[in-house]
């Protein structure tokens, strides 16, 4: 595997269909989305990481206001997969106001983008909480 650049992240909004994908750099506070890929997406995920060769990655986390969110444990197996296959560290990032923030912003948009753009979200806020 190309060994890893030393600041970039991938992030990923876990979908059961579709799974958002944004890439960015926490120095420079930049995210950028990438093309969502189809669920679970091991084989496309090995591919951008290959390509990007990120020291992090992030994935949105369901948090309900009560109880566990139904994709809870399916998201937090995801992540463990993603830290086990690739060897790079995971955070787990709340996710719950990202999808309807890039449902705002993208009025009009196909849903696919949506997707996309909810993992940017996540990555300004991984940002944002690390600072």
Partial sequence: MP?????????????LKRIGVAVGEPELRTSHPLAPI?????????????????????????????????????VERFARQ??????????????????VEAESRLRGVKRKSVDSVAAQLLLEQYFDEAA
């Fill in 82 to 99: 993603l830290e086990g296959r690739y060897r790079i560290p995971v955070a787990l990032i709340d996710e719950r106001f990202s999808s």
């Fill in 3 to 15: 060994e890893r650049t030393a600041h970039t992240v991938l992030a990923f909004d876990f979908g």
């Fill in 38 to 74: 189809a669920a679970p997406g091991f084989d496309s995920i090995a591919r951008l990481v290959a390509e990007w060769r990120p020291a992090r990655l992030v994935v949105g986390l369901p948090v309900a206001e009560a109880g566990e969110h139904a994709l809870a444990r399916r």
